[in-house]
C-alpha cells in the first residue's frame, strides 16, 4: 500500500511538473511583441521656371525631377525648367516630425499619424499658409506648392515609403502614432 501511495504521490509530481513545463512551452510560444518600422519619406524641392519654349528647343529638366515635370506637364503649361534645389529622405516613427525649410524661408513640416488600410495617414504643415492631414498611398507622390520664388515657383514632392511596414505587419487595426492632433487650416473654425 505504501508503494501505491508514494506511486500516486510520484505521479502527482510528474503531472505537476508536466504542466509547468506546458505552460513554459506556451509562454516560449507567445508572439513577440510587436514593434512597428519607421515610415519612409522622400521630399524633393525643385524652382519650376515657366515661359514660352520654341517648338526647336526641349525645356530644361533636371534628370532627377523627371517625375515632377511629368506630373506637371498635364496642368502647368509653358514649363520651360526644372531644376533640383535639394532632396531630403527620413525614416520617421510615428509622431516624430521632420522639418524642412525651404529657400524661400518658409517651412514644411511633415508627420505620419497612422496606417490605416494601407494608407499612410500624414499630418503636412505649413506655418501660415497651411495644415492639413493627408491619406496616402504606398509610392504614389503628391506635389504641392505654387509658392513664387525668384523668378518661378517652388514645388515639393513628398513621396511615401512604407511597403515593408505593411507587409512586415499585415495590418488589421490601425498602427498610430504616440499623439494624434487635431489638424485645421488658417481662418477654419475647428467642428
Known amino acids: 500500500m505504501m508503494r501505491l501511495g508514494g506511486s500516486l504521490i510520484w505521479a502527482g509530481c510528474i503531472a505537476a511538473a508536466g504542466l509547468l513545463a506546458?505552460?513554459?512551452?506556451?509562454?516560449?510560444?507567445?508572439?513577440?511583441?510587436?514593434?512597428?518600422?519607421?515610415?519612409?519619406v522622400q521630399?524633393?524641392?525643385?524652382?519650376?521656371?515657366?515661359?514660352?519654349?520654341?517648338a526647336s528647343h526641349r525645356?530644361?529638366?533636371?534628370?532627377?525631377?523627371?517625375?515632377?515635370?511629368?506630373?506637371?506637364?498635364?496642368?502647368?503649361?509653358?514649363?520651360?525648367?526644372i531644376?533640383?534645389?535639394?532632396?531630403?529622405r527620413y525614416q520617421l516613427a510615428f509622431g516624430e516630425q521632420a522639418r524642412v525649410v525651404l529657400p524661400s524661408g518658409r517651412e514644411v513640416r511633415i508627420r505620419p499619424i497612422s496606417v490605416v488600410r494601407r494608407q499612410l495617414h500624414i499630418q503636412l504643415e505649413m506655418p501660415g499658409v497651411m495644415s492639413t492631414r493627408l491619406q496616402l498611398s504606398d509610392g504614389r507622390p503628391i506635389l504641392f506648392g505654387n509658392h513664387m520664388y525668384e523668378d518661378g515657383m517652388l514645388v515639393v514632392q513628398l513621396l511615401p515609403e512604407f511597403s515593408g511596414l505593411v507587409a512586415d505587419n499585415a495590418i488589421e487595426e490601425p498602427l498610430r502614432g504616440p499623439e494624434?492632433?487635431?489638424?485645421?487650416?488658417?481662418?477654419?473654425a475647428p467642428r
Do not use: K, W
Not at 83 to 88: A, E, F, S, T, V
Open 180 to 188: 494624434l492632433e487635431r489638424v485645421t487650416a488658417p481662418g477654419l
Open 83 to 88: 531644376r533640383l534645389l535639394n532632396q531630403h
Open 43 to 54: 521630399i524633393i524641392v525643385a524652382h519650376v521656371f515657366r515661359g514660352s519654349v520654341q
Open 22 to 40: 506546458v505552460q513554459a512551452v506556451y509562454a516560449d510560444d507567445s508572439p513577440p511583441p510587436r514593434t512597428i518600422r519607421p515610415v519612409g
Open 59 to 81: 525645356p530644361d529638366i533636371d534628370p532627377r525631377c523627371g517625375d515632377i515635370h511629368r506630373r506637371l506637364r498635364g496642368h502647368m503649361a509653358n514649363i520651360n525648367r
